[in-house]
């Protein structure tokens, strides 16, 4: 067993004895120490035991052997006197015996919890008091009372780690703990006091609880006391600020306690919570709120207003700054500078009472960032990024003018616009430094946000306001009509030249339907022009509109959907079409000219007729009254009147026959290939004496001016044509273009006529040469012949009469084949008895004719006479001419094929030969023939098929279509 120090006992203090007086006893029975011993051994509830000096057991009681019994070794057997104490306790040799020595030695000793280890699990705890016995001056022995203080023991190591844990929680806590008494005085601290306030709690005992107390909140600690010193129950916490030994002030939340009954306490306990950052939390949020309350007044201000944000900035401004707490707000808004530099200037300002006003700053106006130190300033915000803190943190360069605006703590948020920098909102503090937080910063974020959506709003508003203005303007100025229609074809809206367009005053066609001023023959193509808006599309279509007096014009419509009023509609843009429709029938009209000018381009018409068709289109085709064509003559040079339209009659014949008398033409156009616009022709005509014969014409004319368009190919000038135009009307631009086209077509044909002339007289000249050859060729052998035979037939008639028949049938025969080819060379010329004898026959004597001059075998295969014109004979006459002669002249043929035959739609002639043959496909220089018989062919509609293999003869095919 192990000792500890002995621990007095309390002094008892002498106090009345409550018990009832009893009878007194005699003195020696009390002392008599056989009942002394025999209490204390059997009734006594402790353990008793006497030790010798040398620890062995001597006497015990039963309550130390149900001691041993329960706390020594269970080996150890039953307590019986003459064992060592040891026996039942083995090693706790040496520390009893440390102190037997002590009470052998004449000393008594008391020791509390003293505690042994019965085992691994088993710690027990005894309360000993070792004694001396004596006899005499001499120790014989030690007299032990024992007392199990297990229990007692446990509890109290309990109670003491729950003081060390309470402590340590005082210690630690973020409370304060502190106990007052009824007058307010502290008599207690806790340790969490010096962590918290950094004051001392030895310092603060018995100091007064108002003492660390904010002035402000000394009225609310001192009722709260009062009411929890009053009513216990009143424990309802209030808060009080605390000063700490910094200088700053901590918010405290403290629960009061009523303990002033408690024995224990007999004081109101106070327990303070820190919340200071709670507080400066809830202030930050308090503000945040106050903040984006005024930003939703800003934005209810700027945006639900019809006026301009500047309007309502003051109000906007003073709202921010109450709710942000600070001492100035203000608004710079950039421009840039002469020097191409970005620039800022102060716009609007609000201060709180008592602080200086900048807005009149002459520094503050039309500010260079650059020049005024601030370029990084400037870089910051214009990057999209807020600078906030205390003046002192920022630049040396920015520094100067803040403070001279008496500025410790500022906030800059920059305003975008349309994504670029418009400016920037500034919060200043000049009251104190103060650091602002994230939450605050967002709001203030909000605020320029919400400026930067009224800008926005202003720039778009007054874009808008201006494009309203302009389309107001177009929409009342432009010629084509402009018309609103709800989708049930109602007028809701239209433009002054919509209803000029029509006839109509505005409040005669509002609410009336399209139907009103459409063609009925329109409505349908109406319906699907409203549906295909309502699909999406934009569609343009042509329609006739009608006006109030009923008559017609056409229009263009181009329609699109349109919100109007906040409900679909249709937006329909009309232009009245008349010009262009008359501009699109005058090039129609023009374009039919031209094409039946080019198709009287045939070398079988007349110049004259063919003029005739270009005068004609001119007077159709522009707002001439009439037209003339002059020709050059090709030998004298002298012009002349070959086609007119719209001249008086006669006209053309008294100006040739001025022309003849020597009066010059007034113009000469046709020599400088330029047209030439003639003005006041009529008075000028009128005081030339030499055309006196025009003059009664002239009178009555209708024109006085001639557009004058000469007729020319390159450098050679034709004549010239010459539309006569009304009084006041001049000719456009597309009218001399017409005139152009017209006389080019013209100069063609003079051209053409020129040809055909040249080309006849030289064809004339062949054909004459090639009848020349087959009369020598033929005609004039058989003339021979005839005249040799009959010199024979003289001479035998007188010497040999009866030979005479023979050389007389070889001159009748001569005969009859000179007259037959006589015939044929006739028909070539006269080609006109076509019509009188008939294709067939004059095909059946060209086959004759092959039988008799060339002795070939000719078979024929002809039809009886088709039904076709003139043109048409001669054209199949002349295809077989040129077939035969290629079969007799190129082929050497024997024999030749001819037919002739007519179907249902077409007449085919065919030409077949067994000559020599050739490769159709081969080119063959000088040898027209075949180009001629298709050539011939083709004017006819018709086609030519030309089948033929060297040394297996020719057939040439011609095909032509019967006329309908």
Same mark, same amino acid.
């Given at each position: 067993?192990?000792?500890?120090?002995?621990?007095?006992?309390?002094?008892?203090?002498?106090?009345?004895?409550?018990?009832?007086?009893?009878?007194?006893?005699?003195?020696?029975?009390?002392?008599?120490?056989?009942?002394?011993?025999?209490?204390?051994?059997?009734?006594?509830?402790?353990?008793?035991?006497?030790?010798?000096?040398?620890?062995?057991?001597?006497?015990?009681?039963?309550?130390?052997?149900?001691?041993?019994?329960?706390? =020594?070794?269970?080996?150890?057997?039953?307590?019986?006197?003459?064992?060592?104490?040891?026996?039942?306790?083995?090693?706790?040799?040496?520390?009893?015996?440390?102190?037997?020595?002590?009470?052998?030695?004449?000393?008594?000793?008391?020791?509390?919890?003293?505690?042994?280890?019965?085992?691994?699990?088993?710690?027990?705890?005894?309360?000993?008091?070792?004694?001396?016995?004596?006899?005499?001056?001499?120790?014989? =022995?030690?007299?032990?009372?024992?007392?199990?203080?297990?229990?007692?023991?446990?509890?109290?190591?309990?109670?003491?780690?729950?003081?060390?844990?309470?402590?340590?929680?005082?210690?630690?806590?973020?409370?304060?703990?502190?106990?007052?008494?009824?007058?307010?005085?502290?008599?207690?601290?806790?340790?969490? /006091?010096?962590?918290? /306030?950094?004051?001392?709690?030895?310092?603060?005992?018995?100091?007064?609880?108002?003492?660390?107390?904010?002035?402000?909140?000394?009225?609310? /600690?001192?009722?709260?006391?009062?009411?929890?010193?009053?009513?216990?129950?009143?424990?309802?916490?209030?808060?009080?600020?605390?000063?700490?030994?910094?200088?700053?002030?901590?918010?405290?939340?403290?629960?009061?306690?009523?303990?002033?009954?408690?024995?224990?306490?007999?004081?109101?306990?106070?327990?303070?919570?820190?919340?200071?950052?709670?507080?400066?939390?809830?202030?930050?949020?308090?503000?945040?709120?106050?903040?984006?309350?005024?930003?939703?007044?800003?934005?209810?201000?700027?945006?639900?207003?019809?006026?301009?944000?500047?309007?309502?900035?003051?109000?906007?401004?003073?709202?921010?700054?109450?709710?942000?707490?600070?001492?100035?707000?203000?608004?710079?808004?950039?421009?840039?500078?002469?020097?191409?530099?970005?620039?800022?200037?102060?716009?609007?300002?609000?201060?709180?009472?008592?602080?200086?006003?900048?807005?009149?700053?002459?520094?503050?106006?039309?500010?260079?960032?650059?020049?005024?130190?601030?370029?990084?300033?400037?870089? /910051?915000?214009?990057?999209?990024?807020?600078?906030?803190?205390?003046?002192?943190?920022?630049?040396?360069?920015?520094?100067?003018?803040?403070?001279?605006?008496?500025?410790?703590?500022?906030?800059?948020?920059?305003?975008?616009?349309?994504?670029?920098?418009?400016?920037?909102?500034?919060?200043?503090?000049?009251?104190?430094?103060?650091?602002?937080?994230?939450?605050?910063?967002?709001?203030?974020?909000?605020?320029?946000?919400?400026?930067?959506?009224?800008?926005?709003?202003?720039?778009?508003?007054?874009?808008?306001?201006?494009?309203?203005?302009?389309?107001?303007?177009?929409?009342?100025?432009?010629?084509?009509?402009?018309? #609103?229609?709800?989708?049930?074809?109602?007028?809701?809206?239209?433009?002054?030249?919509?209803?000029?367009?029509? =006839?109509?005053?505005?409040?005669?066609?509002?609410?009336?339907?399209?139907?009103?001023?459409?063609?009925?023959?329109?409505?349908?193509?109406?319906?699907?022009?409203?549906?295909?808006?309502?699909?999406?599309?934009?569609?343009?279509?042509?329609?006739?509109?009608?006006?109030?007096?009923?008559?017609?014009?056409?229009?263009?419509?181009?329609?699109?959907?349109?919100?109007?009023?906040?409900?679909?509609?249709?937006?329909?843009?009309?232009?009245?079409?008349?010009?262009?429709?008359?501009?699109?029938?005058?090039?129609?009209?023009?374009?039919?000219?031209?094409?039946?000018?080019?198709?009287?381009?045939?070398?079988?018409?007349?110049?004259?007729?063919?003029?005739?068709?270009?005068?004609?289109?001119?007077?159709?085709?522009?707002?001439?009254?009439?037209?003339?064509?002059?020709?050059?003559?090709?030998?004298?040079?002298?012009?002349?009147?070959?086609?007119?339209?719209?001249?008086?009659?006669?006209?053309?014949?008294?100006?040739?026959?001025?022309?003849?008398?020597?009066?010059?033409?007034?113009?000469?156009?046709?020599?400088?290939?330029?047209?030439?616009?003639?003005?006041?022709?009529?008075?000028?005509?009128?005081?030339?004496?030499?055309?006196?014969?025009?003059?009664?014409?002239?009178?009555?004319?209708?024109?006085?001016?001639?557009?004058?368009?000469?007729?020319?190919?390159?450098?050679?000038?034709?004549?010239?044509?010459?539309?006569?135009?009304?009084?006041?009307?001049?000719?456009?631009?597309?009218?001399?273009?017409?005139?152009?086209?017209?006389?080019?077509?013209?100069?063609?044909?003079?051209?053409?006529?020129?040809?055909?002339?040249?080309?006849?007289?030289?064809?004339?000249?062949?054909?004459?040469?090639?009848?020349?050859?087959?009369?020598?060729?033929?005609?004039?052998?058989?003339?021979?012949?005839?005249?040799?035979?009959?010199?024979?037939?003289?001479?035998?008639?007188?010497?040999?009469?009866?030979?005479?028949?023979?050389?007389?049938?070889?001159?009748?025969?001569?005969?009859?084949?000179?007259?037959?080819?006589?015939?044929?060379?006739?028909?070539?010329?006269?080609?006109?008895?076509?019509?009188?004898?008939?294709?067939?026959?004059?095909?059946?004597?060209?086959?004759?004719?092959?039988?008799?001059?060339?002795?070939?075998?000719?078979?024929?295969?002809?039809?009886?006479?088709?039904?076709?014109?003139?043109?048409?004979?001669?054209?199949?006459?002349? #295809?077989?001419?040129?077939?035969?002669?290629?079969?007799?002249?190129?082929?050497?043929?024997?024999?030749?094929?001819?037919?002739?035959?007519?179907?249902?739609?077409?007449?085919?002639?065919?030409?077949?030969?067994?000559?020599?043959?050739?490769?159709?496909?081969?080119?063959?220089?000088?040898?027209?023939?075949?180009?001629?018989?298709?050539?011939?062919?083709?004017?006819?509609?018709?086609?030519?098929?030309?089948?033929?293999?060297?040394?297996?003869?020719?057939?040439?095919?011609?095909?032509?279509?019967?006329?309908?």
């Amino acid at each position: 067993m192990s000792t500890r120090e002995p621990v007095p006992g309390p002094t008892p203090e002498t106090t009345p004895d409550p018990r009832p007086a009893q009878s007194k006893v005699n003195t020696d029975d009390l002392l008599d120490r056989g009942e002394l011993l025999r209490v204390m051994f059997d009734r006594a509830p402790v353990g008793v035991a006497v030790y010798d000096p040398d620890l062995i057991l001597r006497k015990f009681n039963d309550q130390f052997a149900q001691l041993v019994e329960r706390h =020594g070794a269970a080996t150890a057997g039953p307590v019986e006197t003459g064992r060592s104490l040891f026996s039942y306790f083995p090693g706790a040799e040496d520390r009893f015996w440390a102190l037997a020595k002590v009470v052998l030695a004449g000393e008594t000793r008391f020791y509390r919890s003293v505690p042994h280890q019965l085992d691994e699990d088993m710690l027990s705890h005894w309360d000993l008091v070792l004694s001396p016995l004596r006899r005499g001056d001499e120790v014989i =022995g030690i007299v032990q009372v024992a007392i199990d203080a297990t229990e007692r023991t446990e509890a109290e190591e309990q109670l003491q780690r729950s003081e060390r844990r309470f402590r340590s929680i005082l210690l630690n806590s973020s409370d304060v703990t502190v106990v007052i008494d009824a007058a307010g005085v502290l008599r207690y601290a806790a340790p969490s /006091l010096r962590r918290l /306030l950094d004051l001392p709690p030895e310092r603060a005992v018995g100091a007064d609880v108002t003492m660390p107390v904010h002035p402000d909140d000394l009225g609310a /600690l001192q009722d709260a006391i009062a009411r929890i010193a009053t009513d216990p129950a009143d424990a309802a916490p209030f808060r009080s600020r605390l000063w700490h030994m910094d200088g700053s002030w901590h918010s405290f939340e403290v629960v009061p306690v009523n303990l002033l009954d408690d024995p224990d306490v007999e004081g109101i306990v106070l327990h303070a919570r820190d919340i200071t950052e709670r507080t400066e939390a809830e202030a930050e949020l308090r503000r945040r709120d106050a903040i984006l309350e005024a930003v939703r007044f800003a934005a209810h201000r700027f945006l639900e207003s019809h006026s301009s944000w500047r309007v309502h900035i003051h109000e906007v401004m003073a709202r921010l700054g109450l709710a942000a707490a600070v001492s100035r707000v203000y608004i710079f808004e950039n421009f840039r500078g002469a020097d191409g530099t970005q620039w800022t200037s102060q716009s609007h300002e609000w201060v709180a009472p008592g602080i200086e006003p900048q807005i009149d700053n002459a520094d503050l106006a039309a500010m260079s960032f650059e020049d005024a130190g601030f370029a990084h300033a400037a870089r /910051l915000l214009s990057s999209g990024e807020v600078i906030a803190g205390s003046v002192s943190d920022l630049p040396v360069s920015e520094r100067a003018l803040l403070e001279a605006q008496g500025i410790l703590s500022i906030v800059l948020v920059p305003v975008f616009v349309e994504g670029r920098w418009w400016g920037f909102v500034g919060f200043d503090e000049c009251s104190r430094q103060r650091v602002w937080s994230a939450t605050e910063v967002d709001a203030l974020r909000a605020s320029a946000s919400t400026l930067s959506a009224a800008v926005h709003r202003q720039r778009a508003e007054d874009q808008l306001r201006e494009q309203q203005m302009q389309y107001r303007q177009v929409f009342e100025a432009t010629g084509d009509g402009l018309v #609103i229609t709800d989708l049930d074809w109602k007028l809701v809206r239209a433009n002054p030249a919509f209803y000029r367009m029509h =006839g109509y005053r505005p409040d005669e066609l509002l609410g009336r339907k399209a139907t009103t001023w459409i063609h009925p023959d329109h409505h349908q193509a109406r319906s699907d022009y409203t549906a295909a808006i309502i699909a999406g599309e934009r569609p343009r279509s042509l329609a006739v509109d009608v006006r109030k007096d009923g008559s017609t014009f056409p229009v263009q419509v181009h329609g699109s959907a349109f919100t109007f009023q906040g409900r679909p509609h249709i937006l329909g843009v009309v232009r009245d079409d008349t010009e262009r429709t008359q501009a699109f029938a005058l090039l129609e009209k023009r374009v039919s000219a031209l094409s039946t000018v080019a198709a009287s381009l045939t070398l079988n018409q007349a110049l004259c007729d063919t003029l005739e068709v270009i005068a004609n289109s001119v007077l159709g085709a522009t707002p001439a009254v009439a037209c003339s064509a002059f020709v050059l003559d090709q030998d004298s040079g002298q012009p002349r009147v070959v086609a007119s339209a719209g001249l008086p009659a006669g006209y053309a014949e008294i100006v040739e026959r001025c022309w003849d008398h020597g009066v010059d033409p007034s113009h000469q156009t046709y020599l400088t290939h330029e047209p030439l616009i003639m003005h006041d022709v009529v008075r000028r005509n009128l005081e030339d004496p030499a055309l006196a014969p025009l003059h009664d014409m002239l009178r009555e004319a209708e024109w006085d001016t001639v557009a004058v368009v000469p007729m020319a190919s390159r450098d050679r000038g034709f004549g010239s044509v010459n539309a006569y135009y009304p009084r006041g009307v001049e000719p456009s631009p597309d009218d001399i273009a017409f005139l152009r086209a017209v006389a080019d077509q013209g100069s063609v044909a003079v051209q053409n006529a020129r040809l055909l002339t040249e080309a006849q007289s030289k064809a004339g000249l062949e054909e004459r040469q090639r009848l020349a050859r087959e009369l020598h060729d033929s005609v004039s052998q058989a003339l021979y012949g005839i005249a040799l035979g009959a010199r024979t037939a003289r001479a035998l008639a007188e010497h040999s009469p009866e030979q005479l028949a023979e050389p007389l049938d070889y001159v009748l025969s001569l005969a009859e084949a000179g007259m037959t080819e006589m015939r044929s060379l006739i028909f070539e010329l006269r080609p006109e008895s076509l019509a009188a004898e008939g294709l067939v026959a004059a095909l059946e004597k060209r086959v004759a004719v092959l039988r008799a001059r060339h002795q070939l075998t000719v078979s024929a295969d002809l039809c009886a006479e088709p039904e076709l014109a003139l043109p048409l004979k001669e054209t199949l006459y002349r #295809i077989a001419q040129e077939a035969l002669h290629n079969a007799v002249k190129h082929a050497h043929a024997a024999h030749v094929e001819v037919r002739l035959a007519t179907t249902g739609t077409t007449v085919e002639l065919e030409i077949g030969d067994d000559g020599l043959g050739f490769e159709p496909g081969e080119p063959r220089p000088g040898h027209l023939g075949m180009q001629s018989m298709r050539e011939r062919a083709a004017a006819h509609r018709g086609s030519i098929e030309i089948d033929s293999e060297i040394g297996r003869g020719t057939t040439v095919r011609a095909t032509l279509p019967l006329p309908r």
